[in-house]
């Protein structure tokens, strides 16, 4: 398609609304302090602003080290040599809504690339740059600034000593829907991109029926066969042997796709099956729990929240049988305004897990925040997230 020039494409910005106490309740100043005095406040509260955190408080603006808000929406963590690495999308810049995503409100910002924090305890994280840039002098590249970077996941090669990263690579209107892949010999990078695709181009799903191959307007899965399968929303998972799988949103968001990677996980292994058929499902997280697999997930609503779900299998190709909405308390069933993107295990704790989502502004996506909620089971064994104003390890139940 040709390219859209921004200045056109623009059809409309909104500012994000904030409420002005000041001004609506008229309050006097009743406190009066010296020069000196003022001064040591300023410099008190410039030093509780870059103290280390002692708990998580979701939806709370999150400050780095270096006392910036935390910018890696979208994101997922690697754990590598007692260090957690916090990959996600860099979001800078003004939110806008293009003409080619109007009809869903697809408001965006331009492409950043993708940023990587350091921790060593969850609660603090150092900036350590862009891990891959976007580009800005090369329109027609994947990661060009007008195109879509997004849900970055990187994992490890044990074998090949590489760091794999994985994203959903798009076009402006997202018809592409590709995956990115890049590699790096350092956590924090740089990545060096290797290209994108659209996965297992000429290769049926495991579970594949003779109705499924039968091509006509709705089968979007014979329809993209030759070329490749649609691959938006996406996560990795790694199992306990080293075969590492990518989970994406496949034929029009109508259905997940679960696909083997190659052993230096670089490319599909030509293994794959269709899960939770038709239930236009995204924003996928995987983790595992005494041998069965686990999936939260949210509904297609675009930027707007919905109730989360989620599914366990025996077998990570399925079937998977979907269990409901793991959240608990206020708003869960609008997952507390959120969306899914990762299920953190915690090193060292026996089946703890922390819950990832982003809680998206959707006319000023830049300062989206940030939801983190220990994840336990309820007597049935189903996943439950409960709502909290603020947390810390170990967990008070």
């Avoid at 970077?149 to 690579?169: C, D, G, S």
């Avoid at 979907?322 to 869960?332: I, M, Q, S």
Wanted: glycine share 8%; hydrophobic share 40%; with cysteine.
């Amino acid at each position: 398609m040709a390219r859209l020039d921004l200045a056109d494409e623009i059809v409309e910005v909104k500012k994000n609304q904030r409420t002005d106490y000041s001004a609506t309740m008229n309050l006097k100043p009743i406190w009066r302090f010296s020069a000196p005095a003022f001064a040591c406040l300023v410099a008190l509260n410039a030093a509780w602003a870059n103290e280390p955190l002692a708990t998580f408080q979701p939806g709370q603006v999150w400050n780095d080290t270096s006392g910036k808000p935390i910018n890696a929406h979208g994101g997922g963590i690697l754990l590598h040599a007692g260090v957690y690495y916090w990959y996600g999308e860099f979001k800078e810049g003004r939110t806008y809504l293009s003409l080619v995503n109007k009809t869903w409100g697809g408001t965006r910002v331009i492409a950043g690339g993708v940023a990587c924090y350091s921790s060593t305890n969850l609660y603090d994280w150092k900036n350590e740059g862009l891990a891959l840039p976007s580009v800005a002098e090369d329109p027609d590249h994947d990661l060009a600034c007008e195109k879509v970077i997004e849900r970055p996941k990187v994992i490890y090669n044990a074998k090949t000593k590489q760091f794999v990263m994985w994203l959903h690579q798009d076009s402006p209107d997202y018809t592409a829907a590709h995956s990115g892949v890049a590699v790096s010999d350092s956590p924090t990078g740089p990545f060096k991109y290797l290209g994108s695709f659209r996965p297992n181009a000429g290769v049926w799903p495991l579970n594949v029926t003779a109705r499924d191959e039968e091509p006509n307007t709705t089968n979007f899965l014979a329809r993209d066969f030759p070329g490749g399968q649609m691959a938006r929303d996406m996560t990795l998972f790694v199992d306990d042997d080293g075969k590492a799988y990518q989970f994406y949103a496949s034929e029009e968001n109508g259905t997940l796709h679960v696909s083997q990677l190659t052993d230096d996980y670089l490319k599909p292994a030509g293994k794959y099956g269709r899960i939770l058929v038709g239930r236009s499902t995204e924003a996928p997280a995987v983790f595992k729990r005494n041998g069965r697999y686990y999936l939260i997930a949210s509904g297609c609503s675009g930027w707007d929240p919905n109730a989360a779900r989620s599914a366990v299998a025996d077998d990570i190709f399925g079937p998977w049988t979907e269990l409901g909405n793991p959240c608990r308390g206020a708003n869960a069933d609008q997952t507390f305004f959120c969306q899914s993107t990762f299920v953190l295990p915690v090193a060292g704790q026996t089946n703890q897990f922390i819950a990832m989502f982003d809680l998206w502004k959707k006319w000023d996506l830049q300062a989206s925040r940030y939801v983190w909620l220990p994840l336990a089971f309820d007597a049935d064994g189903k996943p439950v997230v409960q709502w909290r104003d603020q947390w810390s390890w170990p967990v008070k139940q």
